[in-house]
């Protein structure tokens, strides 16, 4: 099995920053994308950021050019660093782990970070 443990979530104010990590263990295969997404009550989970095993990136236009997502394939962790973040930027923050071996697809989630821009 796999398990996401993600940290860093926090209060900051608006223009401030923050560093999300998720790390993932157990049966990790070389062929993977790992991302982040983000849910509002008021607003459907999006994709904020994933990054592939190549190195492939994809982001949510709202945050480009203010998070950068980065992972150590060695440690099997994901990192998102947040810039400049905003009010609107508030959300739980979800760890995603897709992984593609033999022709299958496998997703996982972690439990969740809550990460809240506020003055």
């Known amino acids: 099995q796999v398990q996401l443990v993600e940290s860093g979530g926090g209060l900051v104010q608006p223009g401030g920053s923050l560093r999300l990590s998720c790390a993932a263990s157990g049966s990790i295969f070389s062929d993977n994308t790992m991302g982040w997404y983000r849910r509002t009550p008021w607003k459907q989970r999006e994709l904020v950021a994933a990054i592939t095993s190549g190195g492939t990136l994809n982001y949510l236009d709202a945050v480009k050019g203010r998070f950068t997502i980065a992972r150590d394939n060695a440690k099997n962790t994901v990192y998102l660093q947040m810039n400049s973040l905003k009010p609107d930027d508030t959300a739980v923050y979800y760890c995603?782990?897709?992984?593609?071996?033999?022709?299958?697809?496998?997703?996982?989630w972690g439990q969740g970070t809550q990460v809240t821009v506020s003055s």
């Open positions: 995603n782990l897709v992984q593609r071996r033999w022709g299958l697809q496998n997703e996982y």
